[in-house]
């Protein structure tokens, strides 16, 4: 836990007190009062009651969409579903900045939605949940159909002997296996839509703001410090406080579960009911996921004079006085893969010792510790970013000018993952598989090398696959602290929309594009370097 803990203490839980007491003391003394104004002012009420409304109804609508997809990817084996696999992770990971414009494009005025039947959805609030569905729908599919594909399907079989419906016999022995897996990930969607900042900001308009949305006003808009705090206090007691129930209620449903080698339990669809259940997931894949993605590679395409490569050759143009960047914008692809290598074995590193270690439940600490490594989710990525400007510049901890101080914050939104992938995965392992090795002499890094590390090999290239396609995209914090030198891809992203121009837009849709591409083609190779003989969450 020493390594998991310090990390945390240093890099989260030191620039976030930092930003926070900034800016509730002035002149020495504590604003509590101002706190209870902000508290009680009906604009607040009214934010945290469509934050939670929101995030509840995303979670819901994510839920219900990627479950069968879940069965799809777990149980059914077809052509091209390595590729697909790879396919719906890629809108995960994509900034919330070109998402929400390419769902603008879509639904609002002008959009495809109006062409066809004359409606437009732009500034409602099924705009902001489709584009949540389109977020999350791969934490859904990869987090519960990672764990289904592990589960011995000899079990409902045999209720089915007994004579059980297959609802009767999914319900009562499949949905209680699962439930550790879907309750993981339903807290993630849950975080996720819960401090949505992107997508809420250009799909809501002024009608709607979550916290986050609202932190950013009043951070960078007001120039509201102390209102920013209390809010970001807010936000971070009420993620504390659900990643406490779910703690709790994950305790209660822990259980050892029979789990066999994935590549043995996907079989081809049998039946017209399994048929339609893949033709209806494929549907919606293309609708839902590759419509938003079609429309970012149509606009990098659309110039001036017709569809062509003119905004992919600028971004390789040298840098001038009246460019965005003082390097040419194509730098931040490789800036991108390099930070988030790094963040990704940081993340790998910090996340695997805090699984391994929660698995042991010991004691109070370290249940609670497992609810604190959820809170980057959850916390401000604004309160994040500008802790870190604030916190880390003075010796021994100046890292302003560091180029590490990027994959630090793009780390801590991947621990997270690798936690919740691997936890679920190394809890179902039966402890008694432990004491035999110990009985038969094997120390703990040899029952874990040879017990643990068989099951969650899979688990883990997983959460590695998670940690860096979230790096690459992550941009609430990095917007603060990349060098103009060193931007990666979300952040030139950013600065080439916040500029006028169509030269400027085009280069944003082009390296979204480009950014898509490389997800694709980094979660594909992750596909095919998985072998038949490791486990899967």
Not at 270 to 289: D, E, F, P, T, Y
Not at 398 to 426: I, K, N, Y
Request: net charge positive; charged share 15%.
């Amino acid at each position: 836990m020493a390594v998991p803990v310090a990390f945390f203490a240093v890099f989260f839980g030191y620039p976030v007190t930092a930003i926070v007491t900034r800016g509730l003391r002035e002149g020495g003394r504590w604003r509590f009062g101002r706190a209870w104004e902000v508290l009680t002012d009906p604009v607040t009420l009214d934010v945290v009651g469509f934050t939670v409304g929101q995030a509840a109804a995303s979670t819901a609508l994510t839920l219900a969409v990627a479950l069968p997809g879940a069965y799809v990817f777990a149980r059914l084996d077809f052509p091209g579903k390595r590729l697909l696999r790879a396919v719906v992770t890629v809108p995960f990971v994509l900034p919330t900045v070109v998402v929400g414009s390419s769902f603008l494009a879509l639904l609002g005025r002008g959009g495809l939605l109006e062409v066809a039947w004359g409606v437009r959805l732009d500034t409602s609030l099924w705009a902001i949940l489709l584009a949540h569905v389109f977020f999350n729908y791969a934490v859904v599919v990869r987090t519960v159909g990672g764990l289904w594909a592990q589960l011995d399907p000899r079990q409902e079989e045999a209720a089915r002997l007994l004579g059980a419906s297959p609802l009767t016999a999914w319900r009562r022995v499949t949905l209680p296996a699962l439930a550790p897996a879907v309750a993981a990930a339903a807290l993630m969607v849950f975080l996720f839509t819960f401090t949505s900042f992107g997508v809420v900001q250009i799909l809501g308009g002024a009608r709607y703001a979550t916290l986050e949305v609202e932190i950013y006003r009043q951070t960078a808009q007001f120039l509201d410090l102390p209102t920013a705090a209390v809010l970001s206090l807010l936000q971070f007691a009420a993620v504390g406080a659900l990643l406490a129930v779910h703690a709790w209620t994950v305790r209660r449903r822990e259980s050892a579960l029979r789990l066999v080698d994935a590549a043995h339990t996907a079989r081809a669809p049998r039946g017209a009911g399994q048929w339609a259940l893949l033709a209806s997931q494929l549907a919606v894949i293309v609708v839902l996921l590759l419509a938003p993605l079609a429309v970012l590679v149509e606009r990098s395409l659309a110039t001036p004079d017709g569809y062509g490569l003119l905004f992919y050759r600028e971004l390789a143009a040298p840098a001038d006085a009246t460019s965005t960047f003082v390097v040419p914008a194509i730098e931040a692809v490789g800036n991108s893969l390099a930070y988030a290598a790094v963040a990704t074995v940081i993340a790998v590193l910090v996340g695997g010792l805090a699984a391994a270690a929660l698995t042991r439940r010991a004691g109070r600490f370290v249940r609670g510790f497992d609810a604190l490594l959820m809170l980057p989710l959850g916390t401000s990525a604004v309160t994040v970013g500008f802790g870190f400007l604030i916190a880390l510049d003075e010796p021994p901890l100046d890292l302003r000018s560091s180029w590490l101080l990027v994959p630090l914050a793009q780390a801590l939104v991947g621990v997270p993952f690798v936690v919740r992938t691997m936890l679920p995965v190394l809890r179902a392992v039966d402890e008694r598989l432990r004491e035999a090795a110990a009985v038969l002499g094997a120390t703990p890094l040899r029952a874990w090398r040879e017990v643990d590390l068989p099951l969650v090999r899979r688990a883990l290239a997983v959460a590695a696959g998670f940690a860096f396609a979230v790096s690459l995209g992550e941009f609430g914090a990095t917007v603060f602290i990349a060098r103009a030198d060193s931007p990666t891809l979300p952040v030139a992203v950013s600065r080439l929309l916040g500029r006028a121009g169509e030269l400027n837009y085009g280069q944003a849709m082009a390296l979204s594009t480009v950014l898509m591409l490389v997800c694709a083609a980094g979660l594909l190779a992750l596909e095919r370097a998985r072998t038949n003989t490791s486990g899967e969450f």
